[in-house]
């Protein structure tokens, strides 16, 4: 996702896996948080959740701990809530990052505890889960969008069969539904060379896009070779 998830802040406890707060029916698991950030959503003050879990394993992820659906040192929802209450009128929204949220089926549960707050929502996505992602777009102010590659050379990216054609369904719907959207591709030279952005070009001009954010791939916190 967009950046390095923060250890848990000092404001909000950790707890085991068993002891997640549930938001609904669906526990919403947070496997990091940051209280300030001016980076996660261009022009806005916010503060970001960083949902646990991706299905998705790109080598250049620099946030391999949020890749397992139960994290080891998940925070506790009340908590956090208690936090964002605390700084009402003071952020602009709350971001959910990752690991990848539409992972989870509480994310509409855990949006809708945040909005009753008066907060916007933005949220990063690649877009693993079109149908969630279409549940969850009504909900949220802006959009983070990462486009990984050239929808036929996903595979080699995400390291999952079929997730190009996700990604695209994905994109389609964020196109669709009128919602404020960037959209951004971290360029690893070992992985998109020259041509391979510019096949990532040619895709989204199709569609009628002319605005891409081509993010450096930083080596911080990934995982070793």
């Not at 879990?53 to 139960?70: E, F, K, M, R, V």
């Not at 949220?101 to 909005?115: K, M, W, Y």
Request: proline content about 6%; some cysteine; charged content about 20%.
């Amino acid at each position: 996702m967009a950046r390095k998830a923060n250890s848990p802040n000092a404001d909000i406890s950790s707890k085991s896996p068993s002891n997640v707060t549930e938001t609904g029916t669906e526990r919403f698991r947070v496997g990091g948080f940051e209280s300030l950030s001016f980076c996660d959503w261009p022009g806005e003050i916010v503060a970001t959740v960083f949902a646990q879990g991706c299905p998705w394993d790109c080598p250049y992820c620099h946030n391999p701990h949020l890749l397992p659906a139960i994290g080891s040192n998940e925070l506790d929802w009340t908590d956090l809530l208690g936090f964002l209450e605390t700084r009402r009128g003071l952020l602009d929204g709350v971001v959910f990052s990752g690991g990848e949220p539409t992972l989870q089926r509480g994310l509409g549960a855990a949006i809708a505890n945040i909005r009753t707050m008066g907060y916007r929502i933005g949220l990063h996505s690649g877009g693993p889960y079109p149908q969630r992602l279409a549940a969850i777009l009504p909900l949220v102010d802006w959009v983070g969008f990462d486009i990984k590659a050239a929808f036929t050379d996903y595979d080699r990216i995400t390291r999952v069969p079929g997730s190009g054609l996700k990604a695209r369904k994905s994109l389609e719907l964020v196109l669709e539904s009128g919602v404020d959207y960037e959209l951004r591709t971290t360029i690893d030279p070992s992985l998109l060379d020259d041509k391979a952005v510019a096949m990532i070009g040619a895709e989204l001009a199709a569609y009628g896009i002319v605005s891409h954010k081509l993010q450096k791939y930083r080596p911080i916190g990934i995982r070793a070779a």
